[in-house]
């Protein structure tokens, strides 16, 4: 069991895949990217399925979610998830992409034992699409969203995060879209993860402005508590139901104190935290023939470690070293 010292238990394992990706939005990364990691730092295949073969076998893991950078672009991705699908027990897997690669690649996900995903989609024009990823694949993300909802990778949430000056203004009819759409709409907060260390506070969209601004169309009824558990959205009823939308307020509405998650790199280091600046290596240990109980030993200690809280609200916060794209979303 991966406890902490605040008696949090974790259950959902982030499992980043690679580091890169083939946008390059601007509140993640660089116009000209970044250096990525060399191949023989990530992990492979094997290493992958037996780190998730641990977590789900030893460590109470019931939840697994396949992150990037752009998981999709990892070549053994549906055979990484047909092989953990054999589990036993078998977790949830999730997987959160940009979209621009399900077209082609959701029917065989699904196949392999995929159970639903996420899709990144800042906005529905795409013009400002081009603006904020940088390339012109708005219309291969819509497509994308289209192909996970007809192979049955269901419910389709959608992940939205909010500019100022860009798409601030865009929520109500992001969310009339959703509705139609059939798909789960949530708002992200942005969050100090960009490579370029250049997130302000005060600039960006909180959680309040979101709601203010969906309240100009929408009746939203939020939901009883005891519906959100450990999820990081909270959820509102959209206009008596049945479609709801949610908020993920990481930064005015934390919620660590529900916090369930343990994270993986890509290149084999534990995370607690999406914000910590600690990491431990288990990539090392595995290609030291660790056997499975030392490796396990060591992901448990590790998330004994895991802090109160992100400290976001601490005027010494630092910004974690390694970017969003590194670290896992």
Known sequence: ??????????????????????????????????????????LSDDEIVRLIRIAVTRLGITEVRFTGGEPLLR???VSVV?????????????????????KRTAVALEAAGLDRVNVSLDTLRPDVFKTLTRRDRHHDVLAGLEA?????????????????????????????????????????????????HGWKRDGMITAGDILRSLRTRFTLTEEGAG????????????????????????????????C?????????????????????????ALRSDAPDEEIARIWTLAMWGKKAGSGLDDPSFLQPDRPMSAIGG
């Open 148 to 196: 996970a909802r007809d192979a049955g990778l269901t419910p389709v949430k959608v992940n939205t995060v909010l500019m100022p000056g860009l798409n601030e203004d865009e929520a109500p009819e992001l969310l009339a879209w959703a509705v139609e759409q059939g798909y789960e709409l949530r708002f992200i907060e942005q969050m100090p993860l960009d490579a370029q």
């Open 227 to 258: 519906e959100r558990g450990s999820a990081p959205a909270e959820r509102w009823i959209v206009d008596g139901g049945p479609h709801r939308v949610g908020v993920i307020a990481s930064v005015t509405r934390p919620f660590c104190r529900a």
């Open 260 to 284: 369930d998650r343990t994270r993986l790199t890509a290149d084999g280091q534990v995370r607690t935290c999406l914000f910590a600046r600690e990491e431990t290596d288990l990539r090392g």
């Open 75 to 77: 070549p053994g991705l």
């Open 1 to 42: 069991m991966l406890i902490d010292t605040y008696d949090r238990v974790a259950t959902d394992l982030r499992v980043s895949l690679t580091d890169r990706c083939n946008l390059r939005c601007t509140y993640c990364m660089p116009e000209e990217g970044l250096q990525w990691l060399a191949k023989p730092d990530l």
């Open 82 to 102: 047909e092989r953990c699908a054999a589990l036993d027990p078998r977790p949830r897997m999730s997987l959160t992409t940009n979209g621009i690669g399900l």
